[in-house]
């Protein structure tokens, strides 16, 4: 059977997984980046891989999720990982790199290679189904306009977002369950929204530390972005007046205490974020608050004192689809299953994210081409639970980093604190994806 041709749209973190772990499987691979004739905003080295903000790819702790993932892809033989280790400079439990080395690192493996072949272009458009080739998109989240208006064409209108707005994640055992009630607004569906009810003198106090609270910085191109009424910053609600949040985020109506029959001047409403109900994410909470700022005034909620963030709020400019429509777990599209989106643009969310998406895809093409039927990752790796998490229908599908609540709970209870369960669930999935791969050589490259 003859080896089938990958072309590899984008050459930043995603692309350039995918493109080396294809290429180093004998898989001929072309990959097209519009550099160095073409920049996007933020985008200024000549090389491929640009970190463009941060030179940090997070915590390195098997207590954290993006921890496991870096463990996870290590085993996979990710060259991001790679040329993170080898480029890796002191940043105490973080792993950051020299920013510059690590893109030329990545550049000369991919210039070098002899199945990788470079080409400079912008594409525009291309053959979504074309007989014997593979398409990896990987433009991430500045594609150029060229390339977005027709992604656009082939997804339909409504699936493609240019701006994300992500709400913070509570863990479920920080929060005093108390001072909080279950129920759905007017008792429609199952009591599964967990709130957090306020009073007059709570709500003014919020609200008035949620007005004066600082922001993050724009980057330029961020700036008199249009955001969309239906997902303002919600400071940026607040500020429209006293009363704004009482019919946004904090709307009270329909929303009785169960036991006491009371009413309430402001509820806050947390809705759970994973199956067994360990995560919650505060609703209509996007925010450009910087993320001390967060703890500060959302830990005037009450119930949520000693809250821990799992996930901070955001919102940027990034362009993504609408995933769970359109994608299957391996990130292939369910309309043309020989192209496959990946990196921000598919709806993860941070660099690492970014490449593990292009590891999960390049894999795929991998094991079906090699003719192997059980191609998933085992449920409980954190690479399974980013497939989930951009393949499963969701109301309102925002971006999302690695975060624990993607993946399975502990079958037992595990006693210790969060760290001792967290690093639980980390030696859980090592394990399950070393007897993956065990059973599965053709990945070994
Ligand atoms: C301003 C900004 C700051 C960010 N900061 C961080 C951070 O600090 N930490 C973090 O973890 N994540 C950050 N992210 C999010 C995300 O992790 C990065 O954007 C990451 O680089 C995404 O990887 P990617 O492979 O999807 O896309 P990119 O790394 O952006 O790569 C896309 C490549 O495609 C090329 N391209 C685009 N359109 C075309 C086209 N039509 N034809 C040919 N080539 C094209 C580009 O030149 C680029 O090289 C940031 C995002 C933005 C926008």
């Known amino acids: 059977m003859a080896v089938k041709q990958v072309q590899i749209i984008g050459g930043g973190l995603a692309g350039c997984e995918a493109a080396l772990f294809l290429a180093n499987c004998g898989f001929p691979v072309t990959l097209y980046d519009m550099k160095p004739d073409q920049y996007t905003d933020v985008h200024t080295q000549e090389s491929l891989a640009e970190l463009v903000c941060s030179n940090s790819f997070r915590s390195d702790s098997l207590a954290n999720a993006v921890g496991l993932l870096k463990a996870e892809m290590r085993l996979m033989g990710s060259a991001v990982m790679d040329a993170a280790d080898w480029t890796r400079i002191p940043a105490g439990s973080a792993l950051a790199v020299d920013r510059v080395k690590f893109s030329q690192f990545l550049t000369e493996r991919i210039l070098g290679h002899p199945d990788i072949q470079f080409i400079s272009k912008e594409v525009t458009e291309f053959e979504p189904d074309e007989s014997g080739i593979y398409t990896i998109l990987a433009p991430g989240p500045l594609a150029t306009i060229g390339l977005t208006t027709f992604l656009r064409k082939l997804t339909g209108e409504s699936y493609l977002k240019f701006y994300d707005a992500i709400a913070p994640i509570i863990s479920r055992d920080s929060i005093d369950e108390k001072k909080t009630f279950m129920a759905s607004r007017y008792d429609k569906g199952g009591a599964d929204y967990l709130n957090c009810p306020m009073d007059q003198e709570t709500y003014m106090a919020f609200y008035r530390q949620l007005i004066d609270a600082e922001t993050v910085i724009l980057h330029g191109f961020e700036k008199g972005g249009k955001l969309f009424e239906g997902c303002l910053p919600v400071e940026e609600i607040a500020r429209r007046g006293l009363d704004a949040l009482r019919f946004g985020p904090l709307k009270p109506v329909g929303l009785r ?45 009450p119930g949520l004192e000693n809250a821990k963030f799992e996930r901070y709020g955001s919102m940027h400019r990034n362009t993504f689809i609408n995933s769970p429509e359109l994608l299957n777990a391996d990130f292939s599209m369910k309309k043309f299953p020989s192209l496959f989106v990946v990196g921000q643009i598919s709806g993860v969310e941070g660099y690492l994210e970014s490449a593990a998406s292009g590891l999960i895809a390049a894999v795929s093409i991998v094991m079906r081409e090699k003719g192997i039927e059980n191609r998933a990752f085992p449920e409980t790796t954190m690479l399974s639970g980013l497939s989930r998490y951009i393949s499963t229908p969701k109301a309102n599908f925002q971006p999302s980093n690695a975060i624990f609540a993607m993946v399975p709970a502990p079958e037992t209870r595990i006693r210790g604190g969060r760290r001792v369960r967290r690093e639980f669930l980390s030696n859980r999935a090592l394990t399950a994806l070393k007897i993956f791969i065990d059973k599965n050589p053709v990945l070994v490259n």
């Open 257 to 301: 205490h169960p036991e006491t029959g009371d009413v309430f001047h402001g509820v806050v409403q947390l809705r759970a974020e994973d199956r067994e109900g360990q995560y919650f994410n505060l609703v209509g909470f996007q925010t450009h608050l910087k993320q001390g700022e967060q703890r500060k005034v959302f830990r005037m909620i």
